[in-house]
């Protein structure tokens, strides 16, 4: 018997409502079989408690090269690392 599983949708593009809410695109799915599309929808304040549940989640670890600009490590002109 195949798992459920809910993954992010392909576009993976969150947005923003009118009501300052964010929303993410989900997938639900059965073994390879597609079921449904559904939106998660976040409080600006249940985001905010995600982002830092993530950072904290991934800290420590290097992010992939395909990971989002806001992983990879910012380098200032100028300045020594070290």
Do not use: F
């Amino acid at each position: 018997m195949a798992d459920w599983q809910i993954n992010h949708a392909p576009e993976w593009k969150v947005r923003r409502l009118d009501d300052g809410s964010l929303t993410l695109p989900l997938q639900i799915s059965r073994g390879d079989q597609l079921l449904g599309a559904s939106e998660l929808r976040l409080s600006p304040t249940a985001a905010e408690h995600l982002h830092a549940a993530l950072c904290y989640a991934l800290d420590g670890q290097s992010p992939p090269t395909v990971a989002p600009e806001c992983r990879k490590p910012i380098r200032y002109p100028g300045r020594r690392s070290g």
